[in-house]
């Protein structure tokens, strides 16, 4: 079947709106050449494929937008003042009239996944002098169609805080086991050094084979999550730890950043809602089984602490005037330990 021209209206209502369009609307139009209409008020999450054609139609020119004002201009006899300030009254809530009147992007509330995510926990990390001692985590989703995530994090003692370093994103044929332990030991290596050992490795528990093969190559040792009867429950712990500003988020994770900001819940609240970028915010769900694993309360800092060769016992920090001293001369023996690390 051919057409010339084809419409779909109300596409925030469509749920496989891509797929419809590239499967069935314009295999149809190919031959004529023809024209295709979406037309739709915004929908309630940048998840919706929606979202993304509507980016599209911005970048290359082909968007016509028209908000409560805008109709207002063009037709002043069916959108008077009075009625758009009844209409305004009677809706109750500021997102929707955003979303409904004014033709504006904007996600409903209740459908944040991590609602206690702020953009100040993004953070470049600084490391004090016992960074050496503290533990060090690796999270894992798995994925084939959606991506397989790897984070990398610290829990940082002193301030208890659990610090993400780094992520590895895997998809389709990149989901090897060989090419996944590598690239962690890799990585490892670079964020940690090579005397650095991963104090627990957590994965989701849906791969078992996958596991297996991947703790078959050196420095490997990946133990299945243990997870809550449902997805809300597991989620609800891993944002106590947000709400209680212990998770930091270095810039140089965007995909995981992305994804404290973006995850939304699909319309029955089971799972995650599908993104055109994040997919299924497996950067995030990633994070949670690794802060599953978490073991805050054991202090990694030896009784003796000391760094190349100069303990803290035998230090002077009386309060005489040595304080300064001895914080100086640890800051000292730091630097050269870490000079010599690198």
């Known amino acids: 079947m051919d057409l010339d021209g084809a419409g779909v209206d109300e596409g925030r209502d469509v749920d496989d709106l891509k797929d419809l369009i590239d499967s069935v609307i314009f295999p149809a139009l190919f031959s004529s050449n023809g024209y295709l209409i979406i037309s739709s008020t915004p929908a309630d999450t940048f998840s919706h494929d929606l979202y993304t054609y509507y980016q599209l139609a911005e970048i290359e020119g082909w968007l016509f937008e028209c908000d409560i004002e805008r109709a207002a201009e063009l037709d002043p006899d069916d959108f008077p003042a009075d009625r758009i300030a009844e209409w305004k009254r009677e809706t109750q809530r500021d997102d929707v009239w955003l979303r409904e009147y004014k033709c504006k992007w904007v996600i409903d509330s209740s459908r944040i996944a991590v609602q206690e995510w ?5 953070k470049s990390y600084k490391k004090d002098i016992f960074y050496p001692y503290y533990h060090h985590y690796i999270g894992i989703d798995w994925g084939s169609k959606d991506f397989t995530a790897v984070i990398f994090a610290t829990w940082d003692f002193k301030r208890a805080k659990l610090v993400v370093e780094g992520e590895l994103t895997f998809s389709g044929t990149e989901v090897r086991s060989d090419k996944i332990a590598a690239a962690i030991t890799s990585t ?15 994965s989701d528990s849906a791969d078992p084979i996958l596991i297996n093969e991947l703790n078959g190559h050196p420095g490997m040792n990946c133990t299945p999550v243990y997870k809550e009867k ?4 597991m989620l609800n712990q891993f944002r106590t730890l947000v709400g ?12 995981t950043l992305s994804n404290l900001k973006s995850a939304v819940w699909d319309k029955t609240r089971t799972a995650l809602d599908k993104d055109p ?20 309360s054991e202090n990694p800092i030896p009784r003796d602490f000391g760094v190349d060769g100069t303990r803290v016992i035998d230090l002077d920090f009386s309060k005489k005037g040595g304080l300064s001293l001895g914080a100086q001369a640890l800051q000292e023996a730091y630097e050269k330990g870490r000079r010599k690390r690198i």
């Open 244 to 255: 209680a500003e212990k998770i930091e988020v270095s810039p140089q994770c965007p995909m």
């Open 230 to 233: 449902s997805l809300e429950a």
């Open 188 to 202: 490892k290596l670079k964020l940690w050094g090579e005397d650095a050992s991963i104090y627990r490795m957590i």
């Open 277 to 296: 970028y994040n997919h299924h915010f497996d950067h995030l769900m990633a994070l949670v089984y690794l802060t599953r694993g978490l073991v805050p």
């Open 118 to 122: 702020n953009a100040n926990y993004c």
